[in-house]
């Protein structure tokens, strides 16, 4: 399957996808730290390798990266992305303690961390997963705080031996709140090559138009 | 020649791409996880060039039209021979490298989590073939690398988030 045959159906199948999971994932996260919390409308980025990185600011910039592989039938990558400070203000909400500072070496602020990405990835797959009724699980966290090139080429190895694009669905999630004290991010999903057929599949839009 | 100062400018290798400069030009690619920087370069020549490798091997592609820029075996083959287009003997060559990282501890039975070790011998061992010498290498670890080098001294600096920064 090439992905410059995707059809403009396909396309707003996967942007539909994408905003499905992105209001479930919401809905837990402002259940969980009592605030609104938005997600955008996902956008459908069909991007060069390099352009990837240049999505969260080239490849030098420095992130707070938590990736998720994707188990189950179609397989792939989910990325949640943050700046330092982004990662700092969600912490501070999820412990209620405005004292704590973002660190890789501080365990309870890595830990606070990872259960948000559970509970964001796993909403946001489990509704993708009741939607297309294919299976999807997420695994265990993986958090690395390093530049962008070097956690985002992780999840286009797959990708890699098969293209030189990788198809991204991007959603930004937006702070609310004044003064900052919402919680901003990035979500990226990133379906292996093969996954794409089963979605289409799933449904029933597998044909070119 | 005049004795005039040229402009000095930065050539940028992105992800599985490669280019070659001459002194007083750099060239630099940013970023540097699991894949490697490959550097082959000639001091009286100043001359260098690099390749920023992704995979280890071109069998390994899937793809109809292969990007050979972005396999160490293919990538390093290319680059001996833009080299050698500018009158530069293979023999003449020595090589620096960086990168070959494991960014995430993800234990898989898949192989493409462990891809910077093999990215790294796939390099070394076509080097070999080359008979390129490896004068110094920084590879490993589970962080990123910028690299950048000077065809001039035939240092290449390494910038990285937590170890600082160093040359080699």
């Known amino acids: ?209 | 020649m005049s004795s005039k100062i040229q402009d000095q400018s930065i050539v940028k290798v992105g992800i599985a791409d490669l280019n070659v400069v001459t002194a007083p030009d750099m060239i630099r690619t940013s970023g540097l996880g699991s894949c490697v920087g490959v550097v082959l370069y000639n001091i009286q020549k100043e001359t260098a060039g690099m390749a920023h490798v992704m995979l280890p091997d071109s069998s390994l592609g899937k793809q109809a039209s292969l990007n050979k820029y972005k396999y160490a075996d293919t990538a390093i083959d290319i680059l001996v021979d833009r080299l050698c287009s500018k009158g530069i003997r293979k023999s003449q060559l020595k090589a620096k490298l960086a990168g070959g990282a494991q960014m995430f501890q993800i234990n898989t039975a898949n192989d493409i989590m462990r891809i910077g070790k093999r990215n790294v011998e796939a390099v070394l061992q076509k080097l070999e073939e080359h008979k390129i010498p490896v004068e110094s290498s920084d590879v490993g670890g589970n962080y990123g690398r910028t690299i950048e080098f000077n065809p001039q001294t035939g240092k290449l600096k390494i910038r990285t988030i937590t170890k600082g920064e160093h040359v080699i």
């Open chain 1, 1 to 209: 399957m090439n992905y410059q045959q995707f059809s403009t159906i396909q396309l707003d199948a996967l942007k539909e996808i994408g905003n499905i999971g992105a209001g479930n994932a919401a809905t837990s996260m402002s259940r969980l730290i009592q605030k609104k919390v938005d997600m955008e409308v996902p956008s459908i980025e069909i991007v060069a390798f390099d352009d990837v990185m240049e999505m969260v600011g080239g490849p030098e910039h420095l992130i707070v990266g938590i990736l998720f592989q994707i188990h189950g039938k179609a397989p792939g990558m989910v990325y949640l992305l943050f700046t330092i400070e982004e990662a700092e203000s969600l912490v501070r909400q999820m412990t209620n303690n405005d004292e704590i500072s973002f660190t890789q070496q501080d365990e309870l602020a890595v830990s606070a961390l990872q259960e948000a990405g559970n509970i964001l990835a796993g909403s946001y797959l489990t509704a993708l997963s009741d939607f297309t009724n294919i299976n999807m699980q997420p695994s265990v966290p993986h958090l690395s705080v390093d530049m962008a090139g070097a956690i985002l080429t992780v999840g286009l190895l797959q990708v890699s031996e098969v293209y030189d694009f990788a198809i991204i669905i991007n959603t930004k999630i937006n702070d609310t709140e004044e003064n900052n004290q919402g919680i901003n991010g990035q979500l990226l999903l990133l379906p292996s090559p093969e996954s794409f057929t089963k979605i289409f599949q799933a449904l029933g839009i597998q044909s070119y138009e």
